[in-house]
């Protein structure tokens, strides 16, 4: 009798899901341009090395498929910075910034659509050396470090032509274990430019 009764409840909840995906789905593609913010290398503490990620330029790739009730989706993001920097002006090394994340996308007027995001990713940061290191399958010429983190963002979307909109947003970054930086946080502004390519 209660396997029975799971079984209706899945049912159910599959049937409106279904109902929600067949009535509102929407695509969006965009590319940024944004810079990190975080704290100095001089306020490391503790067991954090004084060294800021913070600063260059931070390029970015995101997308999302909003399917429940025309707000509700799915989305994934990227953002690397464009130029390596130096870590106490001898190690080069480029952070990687990458999650998947629950969006809320509520339309506030016929070009507006605001986004909320909430997920989980990592911090990949690349130490490059002067030698290769190779394996079976491949050569590089970096270690990479890798770190859980938390993300929280958000922005608007304007639509100025027709499906292509600009983007201004906000990302929160919190890195479990970033000791090879100043600090467990960092924030992402910028500037998306994005196209929407389904909408209901």
Known sequence: MQNRTIVACLFLCALFLAEGVAHAQQVNAAFGLNAITAPSASSASGNHFPQSVRGG???SFSGDFIFFK???GLNAEVSWRAKRSLSQAFQPFRPIFYDFNAIWAPRLAKSVQAELLAGIG???TRFYQDFL???S????????SNHFMGHFGGGI???IMGHLFVRPEAHIYLVRHNVEFSSAHAARFGVSIGYTLLSP
């Open 70 to 72: 025309n707000q509700i």
């Open 133 to 135: 290191v190779c394996n």
């Open 122 to 124: 990592a911090q990949s």
């Open 137 to 144: 399958f491949s050569c590089t010429n970096f270690i990479s």
């Open 57 to 59: 330029l931070f390029p």
């Open 157 to 159: 979307r304007y639509y």
